[in-house]
Each structure stands twice: as structure tokens, then as C-alpha cells.
């Protein structure tokens, strides 16, 4: 695997990690909610109707939630195009122990709550963020 390919692949990480936020920002006005209150729904099984955005503090959570998604999608953008290059092992590591310890507490959580269905939504999730991740590249020096 190369410098360049995992440089990209980490693009593709701050992509799906961001791609989050927009859906969990319409969950904060009732007329938009749709989205966020169906992808509460598939990821707490079955799709039932039961998530739901009535409730003001719901939508302030889903405010917060698209919030730290977007910034957490953007920092890994940024680390890919300002410092990668000078340190990509290093780099590689960092998103790699945010993916690992997102994953460690939303399912924890996830099934504390009594929606275990999530854990297997979050396993999918950290295998595809992390991709080429957990290999270390040769780097030259």
C-alpha cells in the first residue's frame, strides 16, 4: 500500500465520518427531521416507528451530535492535507484511535441503552472508516 493511497483513503474516512452531521443538523428542526429520526430507527432495530424528534431536548442532542461529527470529519480532512505527509504513521494512528474509541464508547453505550442492534451498525461503520488504517505504511526514512 502506498503513501498516497492511504493519504486518499483517509479523504474517504473524514467523508463518511462527516457525511453524519448533515443528517443529525436537519434532526434539529421538526419540518426536516425525517432523516435523523429514520436513521435512529434502523439503528436501533426494528424499524418500528418508535424514534422519534418530538422532544425539543432530542433535537438540541442531534444539534451537538451533527456538530461534533462535522468537526471530527473535518480535522481528519485537515490531518490528511496539512500533516500527513510529514508523519503519516502518526497520522494514521491518531484517526485510527478516535475510529477505535468512538466505536468503544457509542457501543457500550449503545447497548447499555438496550440498543444492541447498533453495535453490529458501528462494526460495519468502523470497517469501513478505518480501511487501510490499520496497516502501517514504509515510509522512506
Not at 5 to 21: I, M
Not at 94 to 121: E, I, K, P, R
Amino acid at each position: 500500500m502506498t503513501k498516497e493511497f492511504q493519504k486518499n483513503y483517509l479523504k474517504f474516512t473524514a467523508f463518511v465520518v462527516g457525511s453524519f452531521a448533515p443528517i443529525f443538523f436537519l434532526g434539529t428542526m421538526l419540518a426536516t427531521s425525517e432523516p435523523a429520526r429514520w436513521s435512529l430507527d434502523l439503528l436501533s432495530l426494528p424499524l418500528d416507528g418508535v424514534q422519534n424528534y418530538d422532544a425539543p431536548t432530542t433535537r438540541f442532542l442531534s444539534a451537538l451530535t451533527g456538530g461534533f461529527l462535522l468537526g471530527w470529519g473535518v480535522c481528519i480532512w485537515c490531518l490528511q492535507a496539512w500533516v500527513y505527509d510529514k508523519a503519516p504513521n502518526e497520522v494514521r494512528k491518531a484517526v485510527l484511535a478516535g475510529l477505535v474509541a468512538w466505536f468503544c464508547l457509542d457501543s457500550a453505550g449503545s447497548y447499555t441503552s438496550g440498543n444492541v442492534s447498533n453495535v453490529f451498525f458501528n462494526v460495519l461503520v468502523l470497517l469501513i472508516a478505518s480501511g487501510t488504517l490499520w496497516k502501517p505504511i514504509q515510509t522512506d526514512n
